[in-house]
Every structure is written in C-alpha cells, then in structure tokens.
C-alpha cells in the first residue's frame, strides 16, 4: 500500500487557483472550515508538462488566518515564478502526517489537486487554440446539487478547444451573505461564524471552478450586503444593520473574505501582448456617496481606457448599459463617474468588451460608443445558481432595456450622444417557468448558466470575438454542458 497516494474524505481542503500571468501563478490552500488542524508540514508542488516540479514547503508558522477574531481556518497564497508561457501546469497540495502508534508510516497526504495555463504572450492565431475567458456570477448554493462545478469542469475537460477556459472571471455574489434569518443576529461573534462557514460550503461547491484555470473573482453586494456599502434598506433580514456594532463586525469579517479568501483588487490590469488589454475592476467595495469606486483608482481606470492602444476587456460586478434604479443603487447613481468612465472608453475608437453579471439574466448586448467608431459589446452572464424560495422573487428575465446608451431619460453625458442599443433576442439565455406554489422557484427565471468568450486573431488580421453560453444543468454530448444559444456571437473586434 502506497502512502504517498492515501486519500480520505478531502472536500474540506481547498485548492484555488488564483492570478495566472505569462511567467507567475498564485496558488490559495488551506480550509475554510473550523475543524481541520492546522499543519506542521505541508507542500504544494507545481508540475510542468515536462515532469519537472517545483515544490514550496509550507510550514506552521506560515499559515494565516482569513478572518481576524477567529482561531479556526487558514490559508497560505504560493506564488511560482518563472513559468512558461502558454503552458498547462498541475499544482498538488500535500499534509505530511506522522505516524499513530507505529499503526502505519509517516506519508505525505494528498489533499486537493488544481490546473492551469499561464497566460500565452500573445492572442492565439488561427491555427491555435483561442484564448478563452469563462464568465459567471451569481451562485445560491441552496438547489445546485453539484450542477455548476461539474458541468465547469467538464468543459474545462472534455470541450473541443474552441470553448474550453484558460482562466475564469467571477464577477459577483459568489455567496449570498445576506440571505438568511440569521443575519438578524445582533452577536458579532456570531455574525463572524455565519459569513465564515457561508464561504466555507460555497468554496467547497464551487471547488472545480477554483482549481481549474487561474480565477479572478470580483465582488458585489451579497459578499457584504443588498446596496451595500448603504444600510437604508427596509428588508427585514437587514434591519439588523442599523446597530453599529452588528454593522462593524459584518463588516470587518466580509472585507476579511474580499481580501483573503476572494483576493480582489480595486484595478488589476494585465494584457496579451500587444493585442489585447484586460481591466478587472472592483466597483463595489470602495463605493462611497461619492462614487463607485475611489478617486485614485478610478483615475486608473479612466487612464487604462483613454490609453488603450487596441480592443480592451473591462470587467465589472454591475453592468453599464443599465437605466436609473430608484430602489436600489447600480452604477448610474454616480453620474458623474458615470459619464466620465463612458467618455473614456470611448476616446481611443477601440472597441470595448464589457464583461459583467448582478442582474439575473443573460445577454449580449452593442452599442456605439464615442464619437471614433468604437462600440460597447456587454456581455451578462447571471446567474450560475438561481435564488429559492421567498428570495426566489428576486429572480429576473432578459431585458431589452434601455432603447439608448447612454438612458436620455435618466443622465445627460456633456458632449456624448446616446446611440440606439442593439438586443440581438438570438443572445439571450433561455428561461425557465416558475410555480408559485412550489416554495422553490416562485417566479419565471433565467436559466443557470455561463459563458466562454473567445479571442483568437484571424488570418485577415485584427482581433476576433467570440461567445457562448451553456445551460449548467442540462447536458448533452460528452456529459457537456448544453449551449443555450441558437448560434456563435461572433464579431471582429478593432
């Protein structure tokens, strides 16, 4: 019997994957559950297509805790350099455990396992695999039953290379921290256990999301609260917010998770060479009454957009083509940002791929953008796992709202015109009827689903754009997913 290679019941561990770059990987291990001891020894091994490997050796005093107030649970981010472009690496994360009673030697235990491919240098040519991009968002573990990480995995398996992902971005509700009588509890300590162990079975469901392809995962209100960082609202489940000390450590412990467990950045930018510039964007966590985000990071915004030099990804929790909410805030409630991000990315004549969930419905939308021959290609994927129960009236369907972009009838940008917005209804995902006697989905709701986006850079030249969605519990040839689209969304991109 082999040691090296003894398994037990692991699904408490957590592997995630997190930043990829052409040369560097950030690889999170650890748990997120209370009850796991913490390791004296531990290692995660990286291994190249070669066979060659590095090792990081982890020992106690390099654990760290997630939340602050709370002994139980840890982690530890391996950063490996020197990687090669283009390249799909397996990351293993070991316990070394000492023998008990001379009943069995001392071996290193196998715990989780994970895999990913560095960035390439460049976009793909055509007769390479395209560079794609899995977007999701929105996941309410309560009826998922295992749908959204196997059917991700399977792509991420056995797709045709066309859409399997190189890397994942999570644009938002990851968990539902606010759903739940319990968050009326007026005990901090209590507060603290909830979003711990909230995060804890998420991360396990969503495991084959974050061990498969380096994953950025963005934050929106339900990683803190509904409208958050503003605490006017009459749900009952919140009213607890208005004490000061419940607010507090709800708080401290969600920024805690943002940071360590999710690891957002306010701006993060990247690119593949010189073909393609990626902007992910934390618009959630610094909002203020003066903005959705502070005024140091959104000149870096605004600087990313007004330089690019090529097409341009920006990616955001809430998306831009929205109209005025009086109930509850998006991104047009700070006009002044508003139209100010808008007019810069329309300055360079580029176009711009926006990628983004929160709404609860799925579609491409496009629009002109600027006065240059740029556009705005918007693309929504929401929800990976839909809400239940009474929370399951806030489920949505596609809309083909507003007629223009920017909404005349809700903000007039100084020396931008708003342009006609194309609802192609081809790219829409498909819905699903509700039975409000069920007490499980009430209302008629969007189907479970995400997306690939696809950039590969065609023999004529230029950038092309492709996307599709899947229906994450329904599934087809090769256990894959069903696509939900009639047909590809494809354009190319200047």
């Given at each position: 019997?082999?040691?090296?290679?003894?398994?037990?019941?692991?699904?408490?561990?957590?592997?995630?994957?997190?930043?990829?770059?052409?040369?560097?990987?950030?690889?999170?291990?650890?748990?997120?559950?209370?009850?796991?001891?913490?390791?004296?020894?531990?290692?995660?091994?990286?291994?190249g297509?070669?066979?060659?490997?590095?090792?990081?050796?982890?020992?106690?005093?390099?654990?760290?805790?997630?939340?602050?107030?709370?002994?139980?649970?840890?982690?530890?981010?391996?950063?490996?350099?020197?990687?090669?472009?283009?390249?799909?690496?397996?990351?293993?994360?070991?316990?070394?455990?000492?023998?008990?009673?001379?009943?069995?030697?001392?071996?290193?235990?196998?715990?989780?396992?994970?895999?990913?491919?560095?960035?390439?240098?460049?976009?793909?040519?055509?007769?390479?695999?395209?560079?794609?991009?899995?977007?999701?968002?929105?996941?309410?573990?309560n009826r998922?039953?295992?749908?959204?990480?196997?059917?991700?995995?399977?792509?991420?398996?056995r797709?045709?290379?066309?859409?399997?992902?190189?890397?994942?971005?999570m644009?938002?509700?990851q968990v539902?921290?606010?759903?739940?009588?319990?968050?009326?509890?007026?005990?901090?300590?209590?507060i603290?256990?909830?979003?711990?162990?909230?995060?804890?079975?998420?991360?396990?469901?969503?495991?084959?999301?974050?061990?498969?392809?380096?994953?950025?995962?963005?934050p929106?209100?339900?990683?803190?609260?509904?409208?958050?960082?503003?605490y006017?609202?009459?749900?009952?489940?919140?009213?607890a917010?208005?004490?000061d000390?419940?607010r507090?450590?709800?708080?401290?412990?969600?920024?805690?998770?943002?940071?360590?467990?999710?690891?957002?950045?306010?701006?993060?930018?990247?690119?593949?060479?010189?073909?393609?510039?990626?902007?992910v964007?934390?618009?959630?966590?610094?909002?203020?009454?003066?903005?959705f985000?502070?005024?140091?990071?959104?000149?870096?915004?605004?600087?990313?957009?007004?330089?690019?030099?090529?097409?341009?990804?920006?990616?955001?929790?809430?998306?831009?083509?929205?109209?005025?909410n009086?109930?509850?805030?998006?991104?047009?409630?700070?006009?002044?940002?508003?139209?100010?991000?808008?007019?810069?990315?329309g300055?360079?004549?580029?176009?711009?791929?926006?990628?983004?969930?929160?709404?609860?419905?799925?579609?491409?939308?496009?629009?002109?953008?600027?006065?240059?021959g740029?556009?705005?290609?918007?693309v929504?994927?929401?929800?990976?796992?839909?809400?239940t129960?009474?929370n399951?009236?806030?489920?949505?369907?596609?809309?083909?709202?507003?007629?223009k972009?920017?909404?005349?009838?809700?903000?007039?940008?100084?020396?931008?015109?708003?342009?006609?917005?194309?609802?192609?209804?081809?790219?829409?995902?498909s819905?699903?009827?509700?039975?409000?006697?069920?007490?499980?989905?009430?209302?008629?709701?969007?189907s479970?689903?995400?997306?690939?986006?696809?950039?590969?850079?065609?023999?004529?030249?230029?950038?092309?754009?492709?996307?599709?969605?899947?229906?994450?519990?329904?599934?087809?040839?090769?256990?894959?997913?069903?696509?939900?689209f009639?047909?590809?969304?494809?354009?190319?991109?200047?």
């Open positions: 019997m082999s040691f090296e290679i003894f398994t037990t019941d692991t699904s408490e561990w957590t592997l995630a994957i997190h930043r990829v770059t052409a040369t560097t990987a950030e690889v999170w291990v650890g748990t997120l559950f209370p009850t796991l001891k913490m390791p004296n020894q531990a290692k995660v091994e990286l291994i297509p070669d066979g060659q490997s590095q090792v990081q050796n982890i020992v106690r005093a390099d654990w760290q805790r997630p939340f602050r107030y709370m002994r139980q649970r840890f982690f530890k981010v391996c950063v490996f350099e020197n990687l090669q472009p283009g390249t799909r690496y397996e990351a293993r994360f070991f316990r070394f455990v000492e023998s008990v009673a001379g009943i069995m030697p001392d071996f290193w235990q196998d715990l989780r396992s994970g895999y990913f491919d560095t960035l390439p240098s460049r976009v793909p040519g055509p007769d390479e695999k395209p560079f794609v991009i899995g977007l999701a968002s929105c996941f309410f573990r998922d039953g295992g749908h959204a990480a196997s059917s991700y995995k399977a792509m991420y398996e797709a045709v290379d066309a859409a399997r992902p190189d890397i994942t971005f644009t938002g509700d539902y921290l606010d759903i739940g009588f319990d968050s009326l509890s007026f005990i901090p300590s209590e603290r256990q909830r979003i711990a162990n909230d995060y804890a079975e998420n991360w396990r469901s969503l495991g084959s999301f974050l061990n498969r392809g380096g994953t950025w995962m963005l929106d209100d339900h990683e803190y609260w509904n409208d958050y960082p503003f006017d609202s009459l749900l009952p489940t919140l009213l917010l208005k004490i000390s419940v507090r450590a709800w708080t401290k412990a969600a920024k805690d998770a943002v940071q360590n467990i999710q690891r957002a950045k306010a701006i993060d930018i990247f690119s593949l060479g010189d073909d393609l510039s990626i902007c964007a934390d618009l959630r966590t610094y909002r203020s009454k003066r903005g985000i502070g005024k140091q990071d959104f000149a870096k915004l605004v600087e990313w957009a007004t330089n690019l030099e090529g097409p341009g990804v920006l990616v955001i929790p809430q998306p831009l083509i929205v109209e005025e009086k109930l509850e805030r998006n991104l047009m409630s700070w006009p002044q940002q508003y139209g100010e991000l808008i007019k810069a990315l300055s360079s004549g580029h176009d711009v791929v926006v990628l983004s969930g929160d709404v609860h419905f799925g579609r491409i939308a496009t629009v002109p953008l600027g006065d240059k740029g556009r705005l290609i918007e929504i994927a929401s929800p990976l796992s839909n809400l129960g009474l399951g009236f806030a489920t949505s369907v596609w809309k083909n709202t507003p007629k972009f920017p909404d005349p009838n809700s903000i007039k940008v100084p020396g931008l015109l708003a342009q006609a917005v194309n609802y192609d209804r081809t790219f829409r995902v819905t699903r009827k509700g039975h409000p006697l069920s007490f499980v989905y009430p209302r008629e709701r969007t479970e689903h995400f997306m690939t986006v696809a950039f590969s850079r065609p023999a004529s030249g230029g950038i092309s754009l492709s996307v599709d969605a899947w229906r994450v519990r329904e599934r087809g040839k090769n256990n894959l997913p069903v696509k939900d009639s047909k590809k969304f494809a354009l190319k991109l200047k």
